[in-house]
Nanobody, 115 residues
Protein backbone atom coordinates (compact mmCIF):
# COMPACT_ATOMS: atom_id res chain seq x y z
CA UNK A 1 0.00 0.00 0.00
CA UNK A 2 1.02 3.61 -0.45
CA UNK A 3 2.99 5.04 2.43
CA UNK A 4 4.45 8.48 2.93
CA UNK A 5 6.66 8.89 5.99
CA UNK A 6 7.96 12.33 6.91
CA UNK A 7 10.92 13.08 9.11
CA UNK A 8 13.25 15.93 9.96
CA UNK A 9 11.00 18.29 11.86
CA UNK A 10 11.94 19.86 15.15
CA UNK A 11 12.53 23.04 17.10
CA UNK A 12 14.66 25.70 15.44
CA UNK A 13 15.43 29.33 16.19
CA UNK A 14 14.27 32.10 13.86
CA UNK A 15 16.68 32.38 10.95
CA UNK A 16 17.65 28.73 11.22
CA UNK A 17 17.30 25.86 8.80
CA UNK A 18 15.73 22.43 8.66
CA UNK A 19 15.57 19.71 6.03
CA UNK A 20 12.45 17.60 5.86
CA UNK A 21 12.35 14.22 4.17
CA UNK A 22 9.46 12.12 2.94
CA UNK A 23 10.11 8.46 2.18
CA UNK A 24 7.56 7.04 -0.24
CA UNK A 25 6.65 3.44 -0.95
CA UNK A 26 3.93 1.37 -2.56
CA UNK A 27 3.85 3.14 -5.92
CA UNK A 28 6.13 4.10 -8.80
CA UNK A 29 7.52 7.22 -7.18
CA UNK A 30 9.31 8.55 -10.25
CA UNK A 31 6.03 8.88 -12.17
CA UNK A 32 4.22 11.28 -9.85
CA UNK A 33 4.13 14.83 -8.59
CA UNK A 34 5.10 15.13 -4.95
CA UNK A 35 4.06 18.00 -2.71
CA UNK A 36 4.62 19.48 0.71
CA UNK A 37 1.75 21.12 2.57
CA UNK A 38 1.59 22.65 6.00
CA UNK A 39 -1.05 23.43 8.57
CA UNK A 40 -0.60 25.90 11.38
CA UNK A 41 -2.85 25.90 14.45
CA UNK A 42 -6.20 27.45 13.64
CA UNK A 43 -5.40 27.77 9.95
CA UNK A 44 -6.24 25.81 6.84
CA UNK A 45 -3.78 23.45 5.25
CA UNK A 46 -1.79 25.21 2.54
CA UNK A 47 0.51 24.21 -0.28
CA UNK A 48 4.19 24.82 0.39
CA UNK A 49 5.75 23.46 -2.80
CA UNK A 50 5.49 20.68 -5.33
CA UNK A 51 7.81 18.98 -7.77
CA UNK A 52 6.92 17.15 -10.96
CA UNK A 53 8.24 13.75 -11.89
CA UNK A 54 10.83 15.52 -14.05
CA UNK A 55 11.87 17.98 -11.37
CA UNK A 56 9.84 21.07 -12.27
CA UNK A 57 9.12 22.98 -9.07
CA UNK A 58 6.41 25.30 -7.86
CA UNK A 59 6.33 27.30 -4.62
CA UNK A 60 3.86 29.30 -2.62
CA UNK A 61 4.81 32.95 -2.77
CA UNK A 62 5.76 33.23 0.89
CA UNK A 63 8.25 30.35 0.54
CA UNK A 64 9.99 31.45 -2.64
CA UNK A 65 13.68 32.07 -2.11
CA UNK A 66 13.69 30.40 1.32
CA UNK A 67 12.48 26.85 0.67
CA UNK A 68 13.74 24.34 -1.87
CA UNK A 69 11.95 21.15 -2.83
CA UNK A 70 13.88 18.31 -4.44
CA UNK A 71 13.50 14.61 -5.06
CA UNK A 72 15.61 11.49 -5.36
CA UNK A 73 13.89 9.04 -7.69
CA UNK A 74 16.35 6.28 -6.76
CA UNK A 75 15.71 6.57 -3.03
CA UNK A 76 11.99 7.36 -3.51
CA UNK A 77 12.33 10.40 -1.30
CA UNK A 78 11.26 14.01 -1.56
CA UNK A 79 12.98 16.72 0.44
CA UNK A 80 12.16 20.20 1.64
CA UNK A 81 15.11 22.39 2.55
CA UNK A 82 13.89 25.30 4.65
CA UNK A 83 16.18 28.26 5.27
CA UNK A 84 15.69 31.62 6.99
CA UNK A 85 12.85 30.17 9.01
CA UNK A 86 10.35 32.53 10.59
CA UNK A 87 8.01 32.10 13.54
CA UNK A 88 5.12 32.03 11.11
CA UNK A 89 6.59 28.90 9.49
CA UNK A 90 5.60 26.97 12.61
CA UNK A 91 3.24 24.22 11.45
CA UNK A 92 2.71 20.55 10.88
CA UNK A 93 4.28 19.74 7.51
CA UNK A 94 2.74 17.00 5.37
CA UNK A 95 3.93 15.06 2.37
CA UNK A 96 1.30 14.53 -0.35
CA UNK A 97 0.77 12.79 -3.62
CA UNK A 98 -2.15 12.11 -5.91
CA UNK A 99 -2.39 8.87 -7.82
CA UNK A 100 -5.28 9.25 -10.24
CA UNK A 101 -8.40 9.81 -8.13
CA UNK A 102 -6.68 8.91 -4.90
CA UNK A 103 -4.93 11.36 -2.59
CA UNK A 104 -2.39 10.27 -0.02
CA UNK A 105 -0.95 12.11 2.98
CA UNK A 106 1.80 11.34 5.39
CA UNK A 107 1.32 11.65 9.14
CA UNK A 108 3.11 14.98 9.26
CA UNK A 109 6.22 16.28 10.95
CA UNK A 110 6.12 19.23 13.35
CA UNK A 111 8.25 22.28 12.69
CA UNK A 112 8.44 24.84 15.48
CA UNK A 113 10.31 28.10 15.00
CA UNK A 114 10.92 29.78 18.32
CA UNK A 115 13.65 31.40 20.34
Amino acid sequence: QVQLVESGGGLVQPGGSLRLSCAASGFTFSNYVMSWYRQAPGKERELVANISNRGRTNYADSMKGRFTISRDNVKNTVFLQMNSLKREDTALYYCHTRLGNYVYWGQGTQVTVSS
